[in-house]
């Protein structure tokens, strides 16, 4: 090999050598951004379907109503965290099936409350427990939460956190889609607890929800 194949050779070598990192080091950082900006309430919650979702979100202890301002965002809920992979397999299948829902959503108008019981299919244990991992770790300064918490980290149940925890998330929620939706009409087992602090309360809320009770705050997402 001449000296001028080598030099080509070595500055080959320099370019893969600095071009190849920085450009997967682009990559990341973009790839990290788009996922940034498309986590959070304010872009999830940009097509005018999710107005009630919002506010519920808004009002909730999950979405900042705690004392020390804590949010969960939408996908910290709404997809996995077992592994990255499954994470941006879920956001990009989500993201397309929510974005066609929206396009035909004048001709097919979902029922909105029965699908509030397929709600283990949008919320993830994975997701909870990024959060609330004290629970599974047993170090927890909550005896009474280790104790009810038992049996599910002992695979002696089947269900899974939202089962139980079927508030959690959006407060007031099934109100507020009655409030935003004409074609939702709310029955008495429908209404549920209902607290009248909302700013976005609403007579007709008020009026159906009768004289509420304040339900207990299931606890807010901790810093990681």
Known sequence: MNKRWLRRLILFLIVIAVVVPAVMAAGWVGTETMIEETSDAEFCTSCHTMDPFATSHAQDVHGGNNPGGVVAHCTDCHLPHDN????????????????????????????WIAQLEERGE????????????????????????????????????????????????????KVMLADHFEEVTLTETDEGPVVNDSPESTPKAQGAAGDPEQPE??????ST
């Open 84 to 111: 990255a992979v499954n994470h941006l397999v879920a956001k990009g299948t989500t993201g397309m099936r929510d974005a066609i829902a929206q396009a035909i959503y004048p001709f097919h108008k979902p029922d």
């Open 122 to 173: 949008y919320v993830y244990d994975s997701g909870c427990l990024s959060c609330h991992a004290a629970l599974k770790d047993a170090t927890s300064d909550d005896p009474a939460a280790l104790a009810a918490h038992k049996a599910y980290f002992g695979g002696d149940v089947g269900e899974g956190c939202i089962e139980c925890h079927e508030q959690v998330g959006h407060k007031n929620l």
């Open 217 to 222: 705050a299931s606890g807010s997402k901790q």
